[in-house]
């Protein structure tokens, strides 16, 4: 399939997904990027300004995020529409693909552990690389196992992950990309 054929669908943020969609852009790939009004993006290309409407459609319990992840997140509209914002963005991939710290529970590290683990409520194929760990980690529904480089197999595919992207994240993007899309 060509790679025209392909929709990154993320968030816009810096770090990680400003890298996604840098890369799907090079590679001819679509992109949809989720957000809402006053939420500061880098990404712009496909833009998708999602409603209040829309966002409450995604309505979750912070405490139960909370509760979910062991950690506090606080109850401010802003962190509510993002953690809307990304249901959405994990709810339009068929595959997830995240760039952050997997921590010893199991969950992700900061905001992007809520799009991974919605992404295992979904049962949608999740693998993550773990900037601490150096390496691909697929979720097999139970843990996280180490893996090669996966391949994006998908047309519609997410990429998300942490505002804080190393040298060794940045390279992992391109890595799948480029073994992806050779």
């Known amino acids: 399939m060509p790679t025209s054929e392909y929709t990154l669908f993320s968030g816009g943020a810096q770090g990680a ?4 969609g840098r890369l799907a852009e090079q590679y001819g790939i679509q992109e ?4 809402f009004e006053g939420h500061k993006i ?8 999602l409603t209040p ?4 459609r995604k309505d979750v319990s912070l405490s139960y995020v909370s509760k979910l992840l062991n950690r506090t997140f606080t109850n401010a509209p802003m962190m ?7 249901m959405y963005q994990i709810e339009s991939g068929y595959e997830i693909f995240v760039v952050g710290t997997i921590m010893e529970d199991g969950t992700v590290k900061g905001g992007t552990g809520w799009g991974t683990e919605f992404a295992k409520i979904c049962n949608k194929p999740l693998y993550c690389f773990g900037q601490v760990r150096n390496s691909w ?4 529904g139970e843990i996280w196992e180490r893996c090669e480089t996966p391949t994006i197999t998908s047309h519609h595919f ?11 994240g940045r390279q992992a993007i391109a890595d799948l990309f480029a073994k992806s899309f050779k």
């Open 137 to 140: 980690h697929k979720w097999t």
């Open 32 to 35: 949809v990027t989720y957000t």
């Open 42 to 49: 880098e990404r712009t290309r496909g833009l998708r300004v």
């Open 53 to 56: 409407e829309e966002l409450m």
């Open 17 to 20: 997904e400003t890298e996604f």
């Open 80 to 86: 509510r529409s993002i953690l809307q914002t990304v």
């Open 158 to 168: 997410c990429g998300t992950g942490t505002r804080f992207l190393e040298d060794n």
